[in-house]
Structure formats: C-alpha cells, structure tokens
C-alpha cells in the first residue's frame, strides 16, 4: 500500500508559478511510477504527465515547456513545477501511484491516488 499527499496548491495570477508536492508513505515509493492528473470544474479528470520507476518522464501537450516533474533522491516526494500558468490550469491536482513499469496516462493505470490540490488561476 502506498499513501499519498499532495500540497502546494493555492490561488495564482496568470503568468505566475506553483510547486505541488506529492509525499509518500507505505512501501518503497522508488518501486511506483508517478503520475499527475487534474480535474476542472464540469470536466472529466485528465492526464498531466508522469514518471516512471527509472526515471523517464512524459508531459500531456498541455503540460510541455511550462510544467516539470521530478522526485527527490530517495524517492520519496514527488513534485510537479508549474511555470506560465494560465487560467485554463484552474483545477483540482491529483498524484498518483502505479506499481508498473513505465509511464501510464490512463487513470485505471494508477490504484492509489492522493486527496488532490486545489490549484487556481485568476486571470
């Protein structure tokens, strides 16, 4: 079993940045896969990007140039660095753990999952 928590949401101008985190707790995070996903308001929960148990990561298009994921040494926190965010980005962001190798975009990729972030950009 793997527990998450996410944190670092929080209101933000357009154009400006925020720093999500997702701890982990439970077994060896480093053996899980990582992902990010988000859901706004009236609309389906959609992929962000993830990354793997080695280190590979892949971005939704919506993600590329301006977000960055990463995990710290002992794997054990993850993060997701938003740069350049706009209002569209307005949305509850979930992290979420896969105990498969690669990097899955699919939600039923992921049995454990966090309470999610609120993550809002005022225009």
């Known amino acids: 079993q793997v527990q998450l928590v996410e944190s670092g949401g929080g209101l933000v101008q357009a154009g400006g940045s925020l720093r999500l985190s997702c701890a982990a707790s439970?077994?060896?995070?480093?053996?899980?896969?990582m992902g990010w996903f988000r859901q706004a308001p009236g609309k389906e929960r959609e992929f962000v990007g993830a990354?793997?148990?080695?280190?590979?990561?892949y971005y939704a298009d919506s993600a590329k140039g301006r977000f960055t994921i990463s995990r710290d040494s002992a794997k054990i926190t993850g993060y997701l660095q938003m740069n350049n965010l706009r209002s569209e980005d307005t949305a509850v962001y979930y992290c979420a753990a896969s105990p498969k190798s690669g990097v899955g975009t699919r939600e039923y990729e992921y049995p454990y999952w966090g309470q999610g972030t609120q993550v809002t950009v005022s225009s």
């Open positions: 439970g077994r060896t995070f480093s053996s899980y896969a």
């Open positions: 990354i793997s148990r080695s280190g590979g990561i």
